[in-house]
């Protein structure tokens, strides 16, 4: 594997991850009850308008994402 050992491979997939954990951004972070409620009603709105082609792409099934899609937006 190119002269890497596990234990490099390792240590720098452990860097990686301490890196990125300050840098994902979560837009949900400071949503309020209703804020986060009506994300969800309108993402899982817009999971049910995808095409099978874009369901793919995301990997859901159409019955997957019509489960997802119908929950109540007050359900996580």
Known sequence: M???SDV?????AKELEAGQRLQVYDPLTGLGRWGLMLH????RQAL???DARQL???GLSWEEAREE???PF???
């Open 2 to 4: 190119g002269g890497l």
């Open 8 to 12: 490099r491979l390792r240590l720098l």
């Open 40 to 43: 969800r009603w309108r993402t």
């Open 48 to 50: 049910l308008e995808l």
């Open 56 to 58: 793919k792409d995301i």
């Open 69 to 71: 899609g119908c929950k």
């Open 74 to 76: 007050w359900k996580d």
